[in-house]
């Protein structure tokens, strides 16, 4: 009979855990200090550092943010580029990791409208412009004012990369004062 009554108090406390851990908390919130500070992007966990011997990198913005001007060139007068052509920058910019951790960096550049494909000469085979192909595949790429691709970059803590970019002005894609982002973006 002892022997039962210890059996049966096993099952009991295996049936009571057992409902206790399908009633614990799905969510909780807890409270915690935390301090940061607003730095320049230079200056930030993940900084973005222009390349001082590139005129088309200027200081920062009044809002500490790194400014690509890809007209700029001689004494950093503006210039433009010309249509129909190629111009390429090898590391225009700088990303350095200042975490503690190793991380995949991606960067790519984004206009503010959609690019259309039509007109160019696009290899369906491929998937690729053709104006493309002879391109270092690591390289950030710009195409009539539209990001076209992207890079991924391994940085270890404390590490930097040098980011290179081609701007394509191609077949009739000629329009003044084209605005692009460029988008970096880390994961650890």
Not at 42 to 68: C, K, Q, W
Not at 109 to 116: I, P, R
Not at 139 to 164: C, H, M, R, W
């Amino acid at each position: 009979m002892k022997m039962k009554k210890g059996l049966l108090s096993v099952v009991f406390l295996l049936a009571t855990s057992s409902a206790m851990a399908a009633m614990s908390f799905s969510s909780a919130a807890v409270t915690a200090d935390a301090t940061y500070s607003v730095k320049n992007t230079d200056e930030s966990l993940l900084a973005l550092i222009g390349n001082p011997y590139h005129s088309a990198t200027e200081n920062l913005n009044v809002h500490g943010e790194l400014v690509l001007n890809l007209d700029k060139g001689f004494n950093k007068k503006a210039f433009g580029v010309q249509e129909e052509s190629v111009y390429s920058w090898n590391n225009i910019f700088y990303i350095k990791n200042n975490s503690e951790n190793t991380i995949k960096a991606t960067v790519y550049a984004k206009g503010s409208d959609t690019v259309s494909l039509s007109s160019l000469e696009y290899d369906t085979a491929s998937k690729e412009l053709k104006a493309l192909a002879d391109l270092d595949k690591n390289n950030l790429e710009i195409l009539n004012g539209f990001g076209i691709g992207e890079s991924t970059y391994t940085i270890p803590a404390g590490g930097q990369v040098g980011v290179d970019l081609t701007l394509l002005n191609y077949k009739g894609g000629f329009e003044n004062n084209k605005k692009v982002d460029i988008i970096v973006k880390a994961v650890k």
